[in-house]
């Protein structure tokens, strides 16, 4: 890849060598490869300095190497957002992602303390539904400063990442992840949502 900004690089170098106590080589980080999460999305974004106010969502696909079963694929979608303000807080970032579940349908949710190399403190959301019980719905957090602060980013700022396909089994009471790639289409016409 190329990455023109050579103040960002040094800086992100920086914060490596300090932070992680080891010798960062470009090389590697210029390396292209497929992305595990949409947070790779949120990096970029960061690295356009955005100034708070900022609110972007994201939805991409992202891969990992996970063995395929009726929760597991290695190919989804997830949703990203990032927001960044002059006040924002956990509790403002609690307090958006029950919104946003709310928005769905989901009226219960909980939040389980959790650990992503990105966010301190960070959460697992989960989701009460039916027939089901509690649900992951969601990974989130405020953004250390080790992410945010290269990019000239210094106000607070929160981020979380769905699992969409998920929801989208919850939602179609599909019990199988697979079954959302049918290709029997009258299978995918119809599943009527249900949550």
Known sequence: GRISDKELLNNVKEVHEKWWNYTWDVNNALRLVMRSQTTATTARVLSTRPKAPTRTFTIGKVFRPDAIDATHLIEFH?????????????????????????????????????????????????????????????????????????????????????????????????????DLYSEDIEFLRNRKVDI
Do not use: C, H
Request: proline share 6%.
């Open 78 to 178: 997830q949703l990203d957002g990032l927001i960044i303000e002059k006040d924002f807080n956990f509790k403002k970032l609690l307090g958006v992602l029950k919104e946003i579940f709310k928005g769905l349908g989901i009226t219960e949710v909980k939040f389980k303390p959790a650990y992503f190399p990105f966010t301190e403190p960070s959460v697992e959301v989960y989701g009460l539904i039916e027939k089901l019980g509690w649900v992951e719905m969601a990974g989130a957090g405020l953004l250390r400063p080790e992410v945010s602060e290269p990019a000239g980013v210094n106000d607070p700022a929160g981020a979380w990442g769905i699992g969409l396909d998920r929801l989208a089994m919850l939602f179609l009471n599909v019990k199988d992840i697979r």
